[in-house]
C-alpha cells in the first residue's frame, strides 16, 4: 500500500516500534505498581503517568496512519507461517485510542472507588488492570489471528482475578461461569475457525479485502466458518454465550466500567469486524447471502437482551445487572454491522465501538458512584438520588440518552450509519430490531431518570431482621460520591457529548478503513 | 571422543549407577547422579548437534559391524528423544535431592539414585540401539529399575502399585519379545535397518503376528488406553521425584519405540496399508484422551488426577502419530517434547507441596495460593500449558494436531482435540479454585518450597513459555523427524 520513500518506510518502522511500547507501556506501569506496594499515592500516581504515557504512544501513531500508512512489526515466529505480528491499521487504532484515553479516566475514578470502599488488595487489582490494558492494545494492533488469538487469551485469563477480586463463593462462582464460557468459545470454536482458515488460505494475516477471498470456499461453508468466528469470539456476548456477562459484574465497579464495557467485550465485537473485513472480506460476505443467517441470533440478542433488561427496569432490580444486559444488546448492533457486509455497517459498527464506550462507562460510573456514597446497589433504591448526586445522576441521564442513540450525544451518529448499513443491505427486519430496541432502551433508562430526579426518596423498611438476602440497607446521609469518581464519571459524560460534535474524526478514521479494504 | 558418543551415552550412567549404590553417603550419591545426568545432557546436545550437522550417526559396537554386530544408530528421531530424556534428567536430578531426602527411606536413598540411574541408562540405551533385541534388554534394564523406583514410595500402597506395574510391564515385555523372536525367525537378523530391508520381501502370516505383539507390547508399556491401568497407581504413590521422571521419559520412549517399530523396521505401507493400524490407534487414542480426561476431573489425589491427565496426553501423541501424514506425526513428536516440559512442571509442583505439606489430596490444596505462591503459580503455568493456552508449548501441539486432523478432513477428531482442552481446563481450574478462593486451614508453619525445589520447576516453567513463543527448535526438529519416519527425507 505505502510505495514510499525511505524516510515514509522509516516512520512505519518506528511505528512499528511505537506500537510494541504500547504494549509494553502498561506492562511496566503493572511492574512499578507492584514495587510501590507499600506506597499507595505513588502507585496510583504511576498508574496515571504509565496512561498519560500509553494515550501519548497511540496519539502517535495517528497522523500516519490517517495518512494511509500501516506502520507494522514481527515480533516472533513460533511456528513456520505463524509469527506474531503487531499492525497497526484504522479500525484498531481507534479501539486503541477509546481503550487508552478511558483507562486513565478510570485510573482517576478507581482511585476514588478502590479508598471510598476500601476494597483488600488493591496492588493485585492496579497490577491485573494494567495487564488487562496492555492485552487489550495488543488485541487493538494484532497483525494476524493468531497475534489477535493470544491477546484475546491474554485479556481472558488476566481478567480472571479482577473479575473473582473478593475471592468470595459468588465471586468464584461468577469466575467458574466468566472462565468456562470465554474459554470454551475461543478454544473450541474460534480456534478450530482459525485452524480451518490456515488451512484454506495457507496463512492467518490480516489482509484488506480478506485472506478468504480466493479460497473458493461455498455459501454454506463461509457461513458455517463466520459462525465459528462469531460464536467463538465469546467476548461478543452474541447469545447464547452471553451468561458471561451478568456474571462479571461480580467485580468492583471499575472493572466492570473499563473492562466489561470497553476494554473485554469491543475487544470481542472488534475482533468480529476485523475478521469480517481482513479475513472475509466485505464482497465474500455478501456473496450469496453467507453471513445473513448469523444476522438472526445477533438480532435475537439485541431484542432479548433488551427485553431483560426492560424486566430488570420494571422490577427494579439490580442496575449493574441491567447495564450488563444493555450492554449485550449493544454488542450485538456492532455484530449486526459487520454482518450487514457493506461499508456504512462497518462504519456504524466502528463508530459504535467509541460511541457505546463512552456512554456505557459513565453508566457504570455513576452505578459505582452511588454505590460507594450510598450503598445503593438497586435500582429501587435510586428514588430522589438525584438530588443528592446531581453530578452523578447527570451523567448519567447524559449516558442513557447516548445508549437511547438521541442527540446531542456521540450515540447518534453510530446508530445512524448503522441504520444506513442496514438500510443499504436490505435487511428490513434488522431495520425493524434496531428502531424497536431503541424503543426498549427508552423504555428501560427513562424511568430510572425519572426516578432519580422526579421522586422523593423513601425511607428504608427500618428492620428486615438477620439473614434476609435483599440489598443492604442505603447509607442514610449522604452527598455525592470522593471527587476522583465525580470528575472521572462527568469528564465520560462530557465525552458523550463531545464524540456528538466531533463525529468526523472517526468517521474519518474508518473511512480510510473502507476505502483501502 | 566424538565418535564414540552414541556408546558412551549409555556406559557413563551405567557406570555411575553400581557406584552410586555402593557409595552409601546420601548426598555423595546425589552429587553422582547429579554430575552424570549433566554429563549425559551435554552428551546428548552434542548427538544432536552431530546428527543436524551430518546426518545419521553409526556406531559398531566393539567394532562388530552389522548387521553381526550390535549397531548404536542415531537418526534425528533418536538424538531428539534423547535430549528429551537427558535434559528432564538433569532438570530432574537437582530437584530430587530435597524432595528424595524426604520422601524415601533414609538407607535406601543411595539405592533410588542407583535405580534412578539405571532406569536413565535403559531409556537412553532404547533410544540410541539399532537393535531390536539390544533395545528390549535396555527396555528390561529401564522397567526393572523403573519397579525398584516405584516401590521406594513413602505409602505402602507403592509396594502394590509396584507389583501392579511388575506384572503389566512384564506381559507388555514378553510380547515384545514373543514380535522380536518371531522376526528374527523369518528374518535371521535383529537389527533394524537389516530387517526394514528384509521385512518387505516376507509376505507370511508370521509377520502380521508379530505386528500384532509388537502392538499390543508396546501399547503397555506406553499406557495406550484401555491398556494403562497400572500407570495411575504407579504415578500417585512413587517418589514425587520418579513420577515427575518417569511421566516425563518413560511413556515418551515407549512412543519412541512405537514409532520406530512401525515406521522405521515394518514402514508405512505395511503398517497403515496392510495391517490398517490407523483403525485401531485412531479410536483408541480419541477415547482415550476422554475417558482419561474425564476420570481425572473425579479425582481427590492430585497426583493421581495428573496421572489421568498423563494418560490422556499419551492419546493425542498416539493420534498424531496415527494420522500418519507429516503434521499428524509431526504433533506427535512435537507433543512428546512438549508434554515432558508440562507435565514435569505439575508434578514438580505437587512433589513441593508433598515436601511442605505432607499430602497431595485435593483438601490439601487450600489456600496455598498464598502460602505457597511461587510453587503454585508454577502449577498454573502448567496447567495453561495443559489446556493449550497460546505462548505455551500446550499450544503448539494442539495446533499441529488439530491442523493435522483439519487437512485429512477429520473434523470430528479436530473437534474432540480441543474438546479434550476443554477437560483439562476443568481438572486444572478444580486444583486453581481450591488453591487461591479456599481459607487455609492447617499448620500455620507451611511455608513456600526451599529453592532447590523451586529453580528446577521455574526453569521448567520458563522453557515451556519459550518453546511456546518460538519452537522453531522444536517444531524444526519434530517436523524433520517426521520426514524421516515418513520416508520423505534420508
Redesign the interface.
Known amino acids: 500500500m505505502m510505495q514510499g520513500t525511505a524516510m515514509q518506510e522509516g516512520a512505519l518502522l518506528g511505528g512499528g516500534m511505537t506500537a510494541l511500547l504500547c504494549v509494553l507501556v502498561p506492562l511496566a506501569g503493572a511492574l512499578i505498581t507492584g514495587a510501590f506496594h507499600h506506597r499507595p499515592n505513588l502507585r496510583e500516581a504511576f498508574t496515571l503517568v504509565t496512561g498519560g504515557i500509553l494515550l501519548g504512544l497511540v496519539l502517535q501513531l495517528l497522523p500516519l496512519v490517517q495518512a494511509g500508512g500501516r506502520p507494522s512489526l514481527t515480533l516472533a515466529e513460533p511456528v513456520p507461517g505463524l509469527p506474531i505480528v503487531l499492525e497497526v491499521e484504522p479500525l484498531g487504532l481507534l479501539f486503541a485510542l477509546v481503550a487508552s484515553s478511558l483507562w486513565i479516566v478510570t485510573s482517576l475514578y478507581s482511585m476514588g472507588y478502590m479508598r471510598g470502599h476500601h476494597e483488600r488488595n488493591q496492588t493485585r487489582f492496579y497490577i491485573f488492570f494494567a495487564i488487562a490494558i496492555a492485552s487489550a492494545v495488543g488485541v487493538a494492533f494484532a497483525g494476524n489471528l493468531f497475534t489477535l488469538f493470544i491477546f484475546y487469551e491474554a485479556l481472558t485469563l488476566c481478567t480472571f482475578p479482577l473479575v473473582t477480586h473478593h475471592q468470595t463463593e459468588k465471586a468464584k462462582r461468577a469466575g467458574r461461569v466468566y472462565l468456562g464460557i470465554l474459554l470454551t468459545t475461543s478454544i473450541g470454536f474460534q480456534l478450530l475457525a482459525i485452524v480451518w482458515t490456515y488451512v484454506l488460505a495457507g496463512t492467518v494475516d490480516f489482509r484488506p479485502g480478506g485472506i478468504l477471498a480466493d479460497a473458493g470456499l461455498s455459501g454454506p461453508m463461509t457461513t458455517a466458518l463466520l459462525a465459528l468466528y462469531v460464536f467463538g469470539v465469546g467476548k461478543a456476548a452474541v447469545m447464547p454465550f452471553h451468561r458471561w456477562l451478568p456474571a462479571a459484574m461480580v467485580a468492583p465497579t471499575p472493572v466492570s466500567a473499563l473492562l466489561h464495557a470497553v476494554a473485554v467485550v469491543k475487544a470481542g465485537v472488534f475482533s468480529i469486524l476485523k475478521i469480517a473485513v481482513y479475513v472475509f472480506g466485505l464482497d465474500a460476505l455478501s456473496v450469496g447471502n453467507a453471513a445473513g443467517w448469523l444476522i438472526y441470533p445477533a438480532g435475537f440478542t439485541v431484542l432479548a437482551a433488551s427485553m431483560v433488561a426492560l424486566q430488570i427496569a420494571w422490577r427494579q432490580g439490580n442496575l449493574k445487572r441491567l447495564l450488563a444486559y444493555s450492554t449485550i444488546s449493544q454488542l450485538s448492533y456492532i455484530v449486526l454491522g459487520a454482518l450487514v457486509a457493506n461499508g456504512l455497517g462497518i462504519i456504524g459498527g466502528g463508530m459504535h465501538i467509541a460511541m457505546h464506550a463512552f456512554g456505557k462507562i459513565t453508566l457504570f460510573f455513576a452505578a459505582g458512584s452511588v454505590y460507594v456514597a450510598g450503598n445503593r446497589t438497586e435500582i429501587s433504591q435510586l428514588k430522589g438520588v438525584g438530588r443528592r448526586m446531581p453530578w452523578t445522576m447527570g451523567a448519567f441521564a447524559v449516558a442513557s440518552l447516548s445508549m437511547i442513540g438521541l442527540p446531542p450525544t456521540g450515540g447518534f451518529f453510530s446508530k445512524w450509519y448503522l441504520m444506513l448499513g442496514v438500510w443499504e443491505a436490505d435487511h428490513l427486519l434488522v431495520f425493524a430490531v434496531l428502531v424497536l430496541s431503541t424503543l426498549l432502551n427508552a423504555a428501560y433508562f427513562v424511568p430510572i431518570i425519572h426516578m432519580a430526579f422526579f421522586q422523593t426518596e423513601e425511607p428504608e423498611p427500618p428492620d428486615r431482621g438477620p439473614g434476609h438476602d435483599g440489598p443492604s440497607p442505603v447509607r442514610p446521609d449522604h452527598g455525592e460520591a470522593p471527587w476522583p469518581m465525580v470528575v472521572a464519571l462527568t469528564a465520560t459524560a462530557a465525552g458523550t457529548v463531545l464524540l456528538f460534535f466531533l463525529a468526523g474524526f472517526p468517521l474519518s478514521l474508518l473511512e480510510t478503513l473502507v476505502r483501502g479494504g | 571422543m566424538t565418535e564414540h558418543l552414541p556408546v558412551l551415552q549409555v556406559v557413563v550412567p551405567l557406570l555411575a549407577a553400581p557406584v552410586a549404590a555402593l557409595i552409601r553417603w546420601k548426598r555423595g550419591a546425589w552429587l553422582l547422579t547429579l554430575l552424570t545426568t549433566w554429563a549425559v545432557l551435554a552428551m546428548a546436545i552434542g548427538l544432536l548437534r552431530e546428527v543436524l550437522d551430518h546426518g545419521t550417526v553409526s556406531y559398531a559396537l566393539g567394532g562388530w559391524s552389522a548387521p553381526f554386530g550390535i549397531e548404536y544408530r542415531v537418526d534425528l528421531v533418536s538424538a531428539y528423544v534423547l535430549l528429551v530424556v537427558a535434559a528432564i534428567g538433569a532438570v530432574v536430578t537437582p530437584y530430587a535431592r530435597a524432595s528424595v531426602e524426604r520422601e524415601v527411606d533414609p538407607g535406601r536413598v543411595p539405592l533410588f539414585y542407583s535405580a534412578f540411574l539405571l532406569c536413565l541408562t535403559g531409556l537412553l540405551g532404547i533410544t540410541v540401539t539399532g537393535d531390536v533385541f539390544n533395545l528390549f534388554v535396555f527396555l528390561e534394564i529401564s522397567s526393572l529399575a523403573a519397579y525398584g523406583l516405584i516401590a521406594m514410595g513413602p505409602d505402602r500402597r507403592a509396594l502394590h502399585a509396584a507389583y501392579k506395574y511388575l506384572i503389566m510391564g512384564s506381559i507388555g515385555a514378553t510380547f515384545i519379545v514373543i514380535g522380536i523372536g518371531m522376526m528374527y525367525v523369518m528374518t535371521g537378523s535383529l537389527n533394524m535397518v537389516d530387517l526394514a530391508e528384509r521385512l518387505p520381501e516376507i509376505s507370511s502370516r508370521t509377520e502380521s503376528v508379530a505386528f500384532a505383539f509388537l502392538t499390543v507390547g508396546i501399547s503397555l508399556k506406553l499406557a495406550l488406553f484401555p491398556l494403562h491401568l497400572w500407570l495411575p497407581d504407579a504415578y500417585t504413590y512413587a517418589p514425587s521425584t520418579a513420577t515427575i521422571f518417569l511421566a516425563s521419559t518413560a511413556t515418551k520412549v515407549a512412543v519412541y519405540m512405537l514409532v520406530r517399530f512401525f515406521f522405521t523396521i515394518f514402514g508405512l505401507t505395511f503398517s497403515f496399508e496392510t495391517m490398517t493400524l490407523h483403525w485401531v490407534l485412531t479410536p483408541l487414542a480419541i477415547l482415550g484422551v476422554l475417558s482419561a480426561s474425564l476420570t481425572a476431573i473425579y479425582q481427590q489425589n492430585i497426583k493421581r488426577l495428573l496421572a489421568y491427565s498423563s494418560v490422556a496426553q499419551i492419546g493425542y501423541m498416539i493420534l498424531g502419530i496415527s494420522l500418519a501424514t507429516l503434521t499428524g506425526l509431526t504433533a506427535g513428536l512435537l507433543h512428546l517434547f512438549n508434554h515432558a516440559l508440562m507435565k514435569a512442571v505439575l508434578f514438580m509442583a505437587m512433589g513441593a507441596v508433598m515436601h511442605q505439606v505432607g499430602a497431595v489430596r485435593i483438601e490439601a490444596m487450600r489456600g496455598l495460593g498464598r502460602k505457597m505462591p511461587w510453587t503454585m503459580a508454577a502449577f498454573v503455568a502448567g496447567g495453561?500449558s495443559i489446556?493449550?493456552?497460546?505462548?505455551t508449548v500446550g499450544f503448539?501441539s494442539?495446533?499441529?494436531l488439530?491442523?493435522g486432523a483439519?487437512?485429512q478432513g477429520m473434523w470430528l477428531v479436530?473437534?474432540l482435540v480441543?474438546?479434550g482442552?476443554?477437560l483439562a481446563?476443568v481438572y486444572i481450574?478444580k486444583v486453581v479454585?481450591t488453591a487461591?478462593?479456599k481459607e487455609y486451614i492447617g499448620d500455620l508453619s507451611i511455608r513456600e518450597a526451599p529453592l532447590s525445589l523451586l529453580v528446577p520447576m521455574w526453569v521448567l516453567v520458563l522453557a515451556n513459555v519459550y518453546f511456546?513463543?518460538?519452537?522453531?527448535l522444536t517444531?524444526?526438529v519434530a517436523n524433520r523427524a517426521a520426514e524421516i519416519l515418513l520416508g520423505l527425507a534420508p
Open positions: 495453561l489446556i493449550g493456552v497460546p505462548l503448539i494442539k495446533w499441529y488439530v491442523l483439519v487437512e479436530a473437534f480441543l474438546l482442552s476443554l481446563l481450574w479454585e487461591y478462593f511456546g513463543v518460538d519452537a522453531s517444531a524444526g
